[in-house]
T-cell receptor, first 112, second 108 residues
Framework: ETGVTQSPTHLIKTRGQQVTLRCSSQ?????VSWYQQALGQGPQFIFQYYREEENGRGNFPPRFSGLQFPNYSSELNVNALELDDSALYLCASSRSMNTEAFFGQGTRLTVV | GIQVEQSPPDLILQEGANSTLRCNFS?????LQWFHQNPWGQLINLFY???GTKQNGRLSATTVATERYSLLYISSSQTTDSGVYFCAEDNYGQNFVFGPGTRLSVLP
C-alpha cells in the first residue's frame, strides 16, 4: 500500500506566476485535504475534496483553487503568486471524512 | 470553529528524560490525532485517539474527551524524538484544526 505522495518537493516561482501542486492519495482513500504551513506555525486548512467535490474551504482567497480526479488524486493551483504564499504545502488523504488522515511529505514553495 | 492550545511551546530535554505534552480544545473531541513533524517537514502519524489511552513503544497518549484535553507521553527520550509535535482535531468532519505545536529538543 503506497502512502500519500506529493510533487514536486521544492519549487521556486516568481511573484505573479501560477503554480500547480500535485498529490496522490493513499490507496483506498477518497478524501483529500490541502494545508498551508508558514514557517514556525501549524498547518492551516485550505480546502477539502470528497469524491471529486469540494467539501469545505478555509479562509483563503479564490486564487487558491483545486481539483480532485476520478482516481482521487488532487491538484492545488495558486494564481497570481504573492511573496506571502511562500510556505510548505501539505496534502492529506483519508478513507473518508471523520477518519484518520495521512500526510504527504509536502511541497516547499518559495515565491521571489 | 474549534480552538486548539498546546503546551509547553518549547521543551528541552536531556536524552533519557521523560516528558508530557498537552493539548486543550475549546469544543468536543471527536477525531483527534497527534503528529510529529520531522526536520524535512513531513507530518508523521503518532496516534489517532478520539478517546482513551494508546501506547506505541516509548510513546503513549491519553484523551479525556469529556474534559477536552489530550496528553502525549514520551519516555526515555532520544535525539531522534526532536522536532515539532502537533495535535489536531477534526472541525465537525470538515478539516483538521492544528494547535501551534510543541518544539522538542532532545540533547545528547
Amino acid at each position: 500500500e503506497t502512502g500519500v505522495t506529493q510533487s514536486p518537493t521544492h519549487l521556486i516561482k516568481t511573484r505573479g506566476q501560477q503554480v500547480t501542486l500535485r498529490c496522490s492519495s493513499q490507496s483506498g482513500h477518497n478524501t483529500v485535504s490541502w494545508y498551508q504551513q508558514a514557517l514556525g506555525q501549524g498547518p492551516q486548512f485550505i480546502f477539502q475534496y470528497y469524491r471529486e467535490e469540494e467539501n469545505g474551504r478555509g479562509n483563503f482567497p479564490p486564487r487558491f483553487s483545486g481539483l480532485q480526479f476520478p482516481n482521487y488524486s488532487s491538484e492545488l493551483n495558486v494564481n497570481a503568486l504573492e511573496l506571502d504564499d511562500s510556505a510548505l504545502y501539505l496534502c492529506a488523504s483519508s478513507r473518508s471524512m471523520n477518519t484518520e488522515a495521512f500526510f504527504g511529505q509536502g511541497t516547499r514553495l518559495t515565491v521571489v | 470553529g474549534i480552538q486548539v492550545e498546546q503546551s509547553p511551546p518549547d521543551l528541552i530535554l536531556q536524552e533519557g528524560a521523560n516528558s508530557t505534552l498537552r493539548c486543550n480544545f475549546s469544543d468536543s473531541v471527536n477525531n483527534l490525532q497527534w503528529f510529529h513533524q520531522n526536520p524535512w517537514g513531513q507530518l508523521i502519524n503518532l496516534f489517532y485517539i478520539p478517546s482513551g489511552t494508546k501506547q506505541n513503544g516509548r510513546l503513549s497518549a491519553t484523551t479525556v474527551a469529556t474534559e477536552r484535553y489530550s496528553l502525549l507521553y514520551i519516555s526515555s527520550s532520544q535525539t531522534t524524538d526532536s522536532g515539532v509535535y502537533f495535535c489536531a482535531e477534526d472541525n465537525y468532519g470538515q478539516n483538521f484544526v492544528f494547535g501551534p505545536g510543541t518544539r522538542l529538543s532532545v540533547l545528547p
